[in-house]
């Protein structure tokens, strides 16, 4: 009789290129190193995550969302890393915990030269991989275009997306297989406070614009809603990413011919009350985090050593706070690199001072460090890539190290 494993296994395999299941035999422990490339879809606040706090420029843009400096006896404060840079408190069990183990760098003013600030049409560039000046073509996806020149060279593995469907990351002309490990994204209503002012202003001479009010900003609301579940794509929220990375460890742990695996987290573009220390964007980061380290921890010491995971985002925010205490579509953003043998405790990539004058368009972290130049380099490390192959992933990119591997 078949156990739970065996049929996972089974399943698995099976589900990948149309191959027979003998073609699909588990190698060996001489195993190719496991990727996982995590898409933070909406556009996440790099600038509350990693936190210039050393810049004053950075107090004046966001009076009511900075972190407050760096302040043992505040556990609201931001935890200082050095250099005028400290990380959100949210992540302080988590991201940075594995900072100061040396098995995390941070790439800010990172990201792609698309300037659309369209949550789809980043995302698409992202995954794709190609140079953003050109017309996109859709054929195929940065990971499967690795996955295939890995096996290309003799690598017995696979992709898997861990995703409702297939997204351009994995794109191509033979199939990857996808598992959906992640619950739907749930609409989310606050009636307390709406309650409230109805009661306030009842019988009042202001009660009918209120009123009128009320239902302005409920039909906003609705219509940003919609624009955060849509920009997801499906993605499930941070929320419940605990369980979710644990069963995703766990099926890389077991399956390692499945050694590139690809996850999308919703729920970032956070146009009203994003909040500071608390709120929702502190919620998505303490259980991102969270989740990540589980996935760590279920790989184990011996996998972890062997895995490296990189977090992106279609593009940043506005590094001005808007009138909704939120903040809107912006340009660079902070890629995380995490890993058990990389090398890590630092800040990776061409580095500015943060002035209102070294804005890009006056609103914006610039770009400075071009997203797939950093995956470029991890993945050269990872798997040996020469010139060629790289430039086979990424077209056209420059090869440049980020002394992270």
């Known amino acids: 009789m078949m156990n739970r494993r065996q049929f996972i296994n089974k399943t698995l395999a099976m589900a990948g290129l ?38 004053p420029f950075y107090y004046d843009a966001r009076p009511n969302i900075a972190l407050a400096q ?25 991201l940075h915990t594995m900072f100061q183990a040396q098995q995390a760098v941070l790439v800010p003013f990172s990201g792609s030269q698309d300037l659309s600030r369209s949550h789809f049409q980043s995302q698409d560039v ?39 469907n297939i997204t351009p990351i994995f794109k191509g002309v033979v199939e990857i297989p996808n598992i959906n490990l992640q619950g739907q994204v749930n609409a989310m209503a606050d009636t307390r406070q709406i309650s409230m002012l109805e009661a306030l202003y009842q019988g ?12 302005t900003r409920q039909q906003v609301s609705a219509l940003l809603d919609k624009e955060m579940k849509d920009s997801s794509k499906g993605a499930a929220k941070a929320n419940g990413f605990d369980k979710v990375a644990r069963k995703i460890a766990t099926l890389m742990r077991d399956n390692p011919a499945y050694a ?3 996850i999308d987290v919703g729920g970032w573009d956070t146009h009203i009350n994003q909040g500071a220390a608390n709120g929702v964007l502190a919620s998505n980061l303490a259980n991102l985090g969270r989740g990540l380290t589980s996935y760590a921890d279920e790989l184990g010491t011996d996998a972890w050593r ?71 380099h991890v993945l050269s490390r990872m798997y040996g890539l020469n010139k060629n192959q790289l430039n086979y992933v990424f077209p056209g990119v420059l090869n440049k190290d980020f002394s992270i591997c």
């Open 18 to 55: 149309g191959l027979s299941w003998n073609a699909w035999a588990i190698p060996n422990s001489s195993l190719s190193p496991r990727l996982l490339v995590v898409m933070l879809r909406g556009g996440y606040d790099g600038a509350s995550l990693l936190v210039p706090h050393g810049y």
């Open 70 to 94: 760096p302040n043992l006896a505040n556990p609201d404060a931001t935890l200082d890393i050095g250099h005028g840079y400290g990380l959100h408190p949210a992540v302080a069990s988590s």
């Open 126 to 164: 992202m995954e794709l991989g190609q140079n953003s000046s050109h017309a996109l073509d859709y054929s195929n996806g940065f990971l499967y275009r690795l996955v295939a020149l890995l096996r290309k060279g003799g690598r017995n593995l696979n992709g898997m997306s861990f995703t409702s």
């Open 204 to 215: 009042q001479a202001l009660q009918m614009y209120v009123e009128k009010g009320i239902q």
């Open 260 to 262: 590139v695996g690809f």
């Open 306 to 376: 062997n895995t490296t995971v990189v977090v992106m985002s279609e593009f940043g925010r506005t590094f001005y706070e808007n009138g909704n205490r939120g903040t809107d579509h912006g340009h660079g953003n902070t890629m995380w690199v995490l890993g058990g043998s990389i090398s890590g405790g630092k800040l990776a990539g061409e580095l500015m001072d943060i002035t209102e004058a070294n804005l890009f368009q006056k609103r914006d972290l610039p770009v400075l460090n071009d997203y797939r130049a950093v995956l470029g």
